[in-house]
C-alpha cells in the first residue's frame, strides 16, 4: 500500500463568486456584416499579448497563489477572472459573426499570426506588486480597445468593446480599493 503526505487543507470558499461587473445590460451581439479586418482586430484582444486570454490566465495564476494565505483577495481577484471569462466569450462570438477564427491566434496587420502563449504572464511574488501589475494590465486593455474601437466602423461591436471597457474601468477600481486595504 503508498503512503500518501498528509496535506494542508485550502480554507478558502469560493462557492457563491460572481463575476465582478459593471452594473450594465450587454448590447446585442450583432454586426453589420463579415468583416474579417475586424475580426483580426478582435482576435489581439481575444489572443494576443493584452489581451482577455492573457488577463484569464493571470488572474487566476495570481488568485491560485494567495488563496492559502489571503482568501478575501483571491475572492475578489477571481471574480475579476470570472468578467474576464465572460469578456473572452463574447469576443470570441463577435470574432465568428465577422467571418474569422477563434483558435487562439492574434492576427496582428502586417505581422505574422501569434498564437497566445503563456509567456505573455508575469508572475509578481508579493500580493501588492500583483494588485499593481493587474490595474497596469487592466489600463492597457482599455488603451488597446479605444484604439480598436476608433480603427472600427460597426457601432454593434463598438457598443460591445465599449461595455467591456467599463468592466475594466470597474476592475481598476476594485483593485485599487484592494491594494489600499493592504
Not at 31 to 36: E, F, T
Not at 68 to 73: K, R, S
Request: proline content about 5%; glycine content about 6%; some cysteine.
Amino acid at each position: 500500500m503508498k503512503e500518501t503526505m498528509p496535506s494542508k487543507e485550502n480554507s478558502c470558499n469560493f462557492s457563491g463568486i460572481r463575476p465582478a461587473m459593471a452594473d450594465l445590460s450587454w448590447p446585442p451581439l450583432r454586426v453589420c456584416g463579415k468583416n474579417p479586418a475586424y475580426a483580426n482586430l478582435l482576435s489581439i484582444d481575444h489572443s494576443g499579448m493584452v489581451s482577455e486570454m492573457t488577463a484569464i490566465t493571470q488572474y487566476i495564476s495570481n488568485e491560485n497563489r494567495l488563496s492559502a494565505e489571503l482568501c478575501p483577495l483571491a475572492r475578489s481577484i477571481l471574480g475579476i477572472a470570472m468578467a474576464e471569462m465572460m469578456h473572452l466569450q463574447k469576443l470570441g462570438e463577435l470574432i465568428c459573426l465577422l467571418g474569422g477564427n477563434v483558435d487562439y491566434t492574434a492576427r496582428y496587420r502586417g505581422g505574422k499570426p501569434r498564437m497566445w502563449t503563456p509567456r505573455y504572464l508575469s508572475s509578481p511574488s508579493g500580493a501588492r506588486e500583483m494588485l499593481l501589475a493587474d490595474i497596469e494590465s487592466e489600463k492597457q486593455a482599455i488603451a488597446q480597445y479605444t484604439a480598436h474601437i476608433k480603427m472600427m466602423d460597426d457601432a454593434d461591436v463598438n457598443a460591445l468593446l465599449k461595455r467591456i471597457i467599463a468592466d475594466e474601468e470597474y476592475h481598476i477600481i476594485l483593485l485599487q480599493g484592494l491594494l489600499a486595504e493592504m
